[in-house]
Nanobody, 124 residues
Framework: QVQLVESGGGLVQAGGSLRLSCAAS????????MGWFRQAPGKEREFVAA????????YVGDSVKGRFTISRDNAKNTVYLQINSLKPEDTAVYYC?????????????????WGQGTQVTVSS
């Protein structure tokens, strides 16, 4: 069992930046991926970014490419999502997720564990 705790969300003006954090309670050996998804009211959960923990390979959703960056801190078992040039349409609950083995990182059902989410609200 892995517990994920997100933090760093809040209210920010358009054009601003935020850094979201996701701390994992436990790490195991093997191949796993940490991902970020977001869900706005009335919309489906959307892939944002993912990182393979062992290789460091990163994946970023097309809608946020160039503004969002995912990174990790192995020692802290923490993954980060740096969000720049925020837009009102970035307003959503942002979720951290953990998945094991070979997987399609862009699909939410690939992931086994989820955090509670952190709210990001961007004012215009």
């Amino acid at each position: 069992q892995v517990q994920l705790v997100e933090s760093g969300g809040g209210l920010v003006q358009a054009g601003g930046s935020l850094r979201l954090s996701c701390a994992a309670s436990r790490r195991t050996f093997g191949s796993y991926t940490m991902g970020w998804f977001r869900q706005a009211p009335g919309k489906e959960r959307e892939f944002v970014a993912a990182i393979n923990w062992s290789s460091g390979s990163t994946y970023v959703g097309d809608s946020v490419k160039g503004r969002f960056t995912i990174s990790r801190d192995n020692a802290k078992n923490t993954v980060y999502l740096q969000i720049n040039s925020l837009k009102p349409e970035d307003t959503a609950v942002y979720y951290c997720a953990d998945g094991r083995g070979a997987m399609d990182v862009r699909i939410s059902r690939s992931y086994d564990y989820w955090g509670q989410g952190t709210q990001v609200t961007v004012s215009s």
